[in-house]
């Protein structure tokens, strides 16, 4: 079975840092590229990070790029999404993804966790 828990989330101010941790069991983590999204509410999910099976190559959206890393140790089977320089605008919940080599879409998702920015 395929599982995908992430932690970390919380209730921080604006301008605090935040890492996420994706932890997935129940396939190879090596062969799969991951991605972290995010839901706000009344919002439609926005994908903002996206990284490759062995880390080689990162994309975020224009609204994270040079605030948030995304990451991965394939030894642990985890992924991670640091957070830096938390805006209110962040304040969602975070999703992390997989997805096999040849896959087009994110095929197996955590529950998701959530992430509030105060100002």
């Known amino acids: 079975q395929v599982r995908l828990v992430e932690s970390g989330g919380g209730l921080v101010k604006s301008g605090d840092s935040l890492r996420l941790a994706c932890a997935v069991s129940g396939l190879p983590f090596e062969n799969y590229g991951m991605a972290w999204f995010r839901q706000a509410p009344g919002k439609e999910r926005e994908q903002v990070a996206a990284?490759?099976?062995?880390?080689?190559?990162?994309t975020y959206s224009d609204s994270v790029k040079g605030r948030f890393t995304i990451s991965r140790d394939n030894d642990r089977n985890t992924g991670y999404l640091q957070m830096n320089d938390l805006k209110p605008e962040d304040t969602a919940v975070y999703f992390c993804?997989?997805?096999?080599?040849?896959?087009?879409?994110?095929?197996?998702w955590g529950q998701g966790t959530q992430v509030t920015v105060s100002s």
């Open positions: 990284i490759t099976t062995n880390g080689g190559h990162t």
């Open positions: 993804a997989t997805k096999g080599k040849i896959s087009i879409r994110y095929e197996f």
